[in-house]
């Protein structure tokens, strides 16, 4: 069987948790909990791709283990028994994997947790789901409330404030013309919360700023943008590098986006979602 794993410490690893472990959320870290420093990695298996709450290269400021990166369609076609035999071939001193109660693997889903230890000489440590309020704490979840701009119950799965980060790319140019002046983000890597317009921090040359960030299509020219427009009165005194890398912090969702057919009229409601930006961080802070 061919080897798939790039990682180079394999025989180092005794304990490998599986999953996906979009976000590292708060369920996440219940697996992570039967983890050791010195022997234990996580095999990430990468199903999101460019659609993640957390990048790939964003997961080891989270995660104090060793990261292992699989793409889902190198594995999708091995049965479940294969899938097992291939770990224990990469990783020969594997003896203990850690799953959530709902992990399945091997083509269609076939094998269960309960499954593994029966199809295999490792041992299973099942991890129940880590529940809130009554219901599983899921990367599914989690995106569902993004996706309703529900940015507290997020938050509180997460274990975290939600942000996105990427690097500031030039905008239309009329913010700073006719309206106000944006930061332009590039965020392609992640999964973005709700279109429309929010109260937000602005996290940049090692300064948190407060400011109102919009998600969607541009009234001026119908391309979709992420940009935010910094509220804090110092932030002029910054300059800013070529590619400058930001990261957005969502805190409150403000408004539904509108279609505006005159510029006066997109004027006057950003006065207004900067106005109740202001309020909505000078509360939630």
Known sequence: MSSIFTFTQKQSIEILALGCFDGLHLGHKELLKH???????????????????????????????????????SIKEFSARDFLELLQSEFVNLNTVVVGEDFRF???????????????????????????????????????????????????????????????????????????????????????PKN????SLCELGGQI???????????????????????DENFANLKLNKNEKITLIFKEFLRENKHFDELSALKAQIQKDCENALLALKEGL
């Open 35 to 73: 983890l050791k420093p010195h022997n234990s990695a996580l095999l990430v298996i990468d199903k999101f791709q460019n659609d993640r709450l957390v990048p790939k290269e964003k997961m080891s400021e989270l995660c104090e283990f060793k990261l292992i990166f699989v793409d889902f369609k």
């Open 106 to 192: 091997g083509k269609d889903r076939a094998g269960g947790a309960l499954d593994i230890e029966k199809m295999s000489k490792l041992r299973a440590i099942i991890v129940p789901d880590f529940e809130f309020k009554g219901f599983s704490v899921h990367s599914k979840k989690i995106k569902e409330f993004l996706r309703s701009g529900d940015i507290r119950l997020a938050n509180i799965l997460l274990g975290r404030d939600y942000a996105v980060e990427g690097a500031v790319i030039s905008g239309q140019g009329l913010g700073s013309k006719e309206l106000v002046p944006t930061l332009n983000l590039d965020s392609k890597n992640y999964f973005l």
């Open 209 to 231: 700023f407060k400011s109102v960030s919009f998600i969607g299509l541009r009234s001026t020219d119908g391309k979709f943008s992420v940009e935010s427009h910094i509220l």
């Open 196 to 199: 429309g317009v929010w109260a």
